[in-house]
């Protein structure tokens, strides 16, 4: 069983940045994928973006050049640094890990981009 700290969410004016962490702690995960989707309202959850044991990142289309993810497999957190935020960008983020034995999830983190 995996647990989940996620912080770093909350209000941001447009084109402002954000970064959002997560420390994924559990006995025995070996964890190889860390990443983040978000879910706005009335919408089904998409991919962020995620980063391997082996440093590949993925990013989705939309979050590409604005969003960055970093890791640290050895401790098992994971950052999404997030600039230039739009009010498309409102959601709430989940962190994900991913390991042998299964796919595991946060509680999840609201975004707000607003004026």
């Known amino acids: 069983q995996a647990q989940f700290e996620e912080s770093g969410g909350g209000l941001v004016q447009p084109g402002g940045p954000l970064r959002l962490s997560c420390k994924v702690s559990?006995?025995?995960?070996?964890?190889?994928?860390m990443g983040w989707y978000r879910q706005a309202p009335g919408k089904a959850r998409e991919l962020v973006g995620t980063?391997?044991?082996?440093?590949?990142?993925n990013y989705a289309d939309s979050v590409k050049g604005r969003f960055t993810i970093s890791g640290d497999f050895t401790q098992d957190i994971v950052f999404l640094q997030m600039n230039s935020l739009q009010s498309q960008d409102t959601a709430v983020y989940y962190c994900?890990?991913?390991?042998?034995?299964?796919?595991?999830w946060g509680q999840g983190t609201q975004v707000t981009v607003s004026s």
């Open positions: 994900y890990a991913k390991s042998a034995w299964g796919d595991y």
């Open positions: 559990g006995s025995r995960l070996s964890i190889h994928t």
């Open positions: 980063i391997t044991s082996g440093r590949r990142r």
